[in-house]
């Protein structure tokens, strides 16, 4: 079913769509981790915070607060249904079934609940926490988010006019087919949809989704959106982020047990599903030094995610390292995440998946004939690369407004664990503009694990 997003807008019908439909609308791997911490930390607290790092853009003045609180509310009372909890029972996940255990899903049915909030705005921006039992707080990060950012377009959208908003999504669909037609008929192309949490409404999600889906067909993987994989016979994709590792340090005494904190988090993990879901996520404290110190069998985990490197040094950095120790990198996956669009996408693609020939170089790739002229590029696959495509596949309205402004412009806003059992939770990242927590506390775990192969460059989303 096609929906005339325009139409949809501009009689206020969103107005009375709940932003989350769904307790499934959120990333798989929430629920991933979320079994895990009912597993293994069910009596933790843990707290989370929300933060806008584009400061100059003063969200409390923009999204009406009362009708965050309403919407927050409302996923408050939501529950997971019976067909949903099937789904996850039955259905195989990276080729597995069974991912999800009878009593994890017995809990979810019965017990499971969102922790209550603190709501209010402070010098323009909205201050937003979370605070109880880790297994009640952690889900509140994406719906949290996606309330918001939803909340804003539909402020922004209320200033223009029928005729606007047509042009809006034109301007925006003609965007997205511009991107798809780029990738359509990359050989050996992988991308998958990571945009739930900076998406500019749920609709113009699933709109999305299903265009990338039609269009580029086996080269769409699937999404990190669990609800959209439900509803549209999607691969859910997704293992664990840094809240795990985050978690773990905090809830240690000693530089030592911080240290090796990372190392027991993945050692639990492979644990707790046998050996499956093993992609780490290794810059939460900065990936060189976790390269460097990590024991040998994280070298037989399946792959990595990137995050907040620069993806082509991260992905050669991760290529040297497995070949130290003795691995194929051939029989490995590389994630790329961190603000990726279709200029990105196919320059990664062409400097992972093949060899350069008379020359060229991965950003001249632009389109499928570039990759089919072995005069320039021969596939030869040095590590199975994978685009997790976020922000700019979900929410690319720059210079969409046909009023000229750039009130729909996405903004860098995460909801980050803060606290644990009331300790402060830190996390470091490869970039020195994405560290969290107090700064002594900053400050301490830069004395533990070094500033190697760290940079300090601006966030762009």
């Known amino acids: 079913m096609i929906i005339n997003l325009a139409r949809r807008a501009h009689d206020h019908n969103w107005e009375l769509d709940p932003i989350t439909r769904s307790l499934l609308d959120t990333d798989f791997y929430k629920l991933l981790m979320l079994q895990f911490i009912w597993k293994h930390f069910p009596r933790t607290s843990a707290k989370f915070t929300l933060i806008n790092r584009t400061a100059e853009v003063r969200l409390g003045d923009i999204v009406n607060v009362a009708q965050l609180r309403e919407q927050l509310d409302a996923t408050r009372k939501l529950r997971f ?140 993987a699937g999404s990190s959106n669990t609800f959209m994989a439900y509803t549209h016979d999607l691969e859910a994709i997704g293992t664990n982020a840094h809240e795990l590792p985050m978690a773990m340090a905090a809830l240690t005494d000693s530089d030592e047990g911080i240290k090796s904190a990372q190392y027991r988090m993945l050692e639990l993990w492979q644990q707790t599903y046998q050996g499956e879901l093993l992609i780490m996520l290794p810059d939460t404290f900065g990936t060189t030094q976790f390269l460097r110190d990590a024991p040998d069998w994280v070298a037989d985990w399946t792959g990595q995610r990137i995050d907040s490197k620069d993806p082509y040094v991260a992905g050669d950095e991760y290529i040297e390292w497995l070949q130290q120790r003795g691995r194929d990198p051939v029989k490995k996956r590389l994630i790329a995440s961190d603000a990726l669009d279709v200029d990105s996408i196919l320059g990664l693609h062409a400097h992972f998946g093949g060899t350069f020939k008379n020359g060229a170089r991965p950003e001249q790739f632009q389109r499928a004939s570039d990759f089919l002229d072995e005069r320039r590029w021969i596939p030869e696959c040095r590590i199975r690369l994978s685009a997790g495509w976020g922000t700019f596949l979900t929410n690319d309205f720059r210079n969409c407004n046909p009023r000229g402004d750039d009130s729909f412009n996405p903004v860098s806003l995460v909801c980050k664990l803060s606290e644990v059992d009331g300790r402060p939770a830190v996390k470091l990242s490869d970039n020195y503009a994405k560290a969290m927590g107090p700064a002594a506390e900053v400050e301490r775990y830069r004395r533990i694990f070094g500033s190697e192969g760290l940079a300090n460059v601006p966030v762009v989303i």
């Open 81 to 220: 249904h019976k067909s949903e909890l099937i789904w996850l029972a039955g259905n195989t996940f990276y080729g597995r079934r069974g991912i999800f255990e009878p009593a994890f899903l017995r809990w979810l049915e019965r017990d499971f609940r969102l922790s209550d909030y603190e709501l209010s705005v402070e010098d323009g921006q909205i201050s937003l926490c979370f605070d109880g039992l880790w297994a009640e707080t952690t889900m509140w990060e994406i719906y949290a988010l996606s309330a918001i950012d939803e909340l804003k377009t539909r402020a922004s959208i209320k200033h223009l006019t029928e005729l606007e908003l047509d042009i809006l999504y034109a301007r925006a669909k003609t965007r997205l087919w511009e991107k798809m037609e780029r990738l359509r008929g990359v050989p050996g192309l992988n991308v998958s949809d990571f945009g739930t949490r900076r998406r500019h409404s749920f609709l113009w999600q699933e709109y999305v989704v299903k265009a990338m889906s039609d269009t580029l067909g086996a080269s769409f």
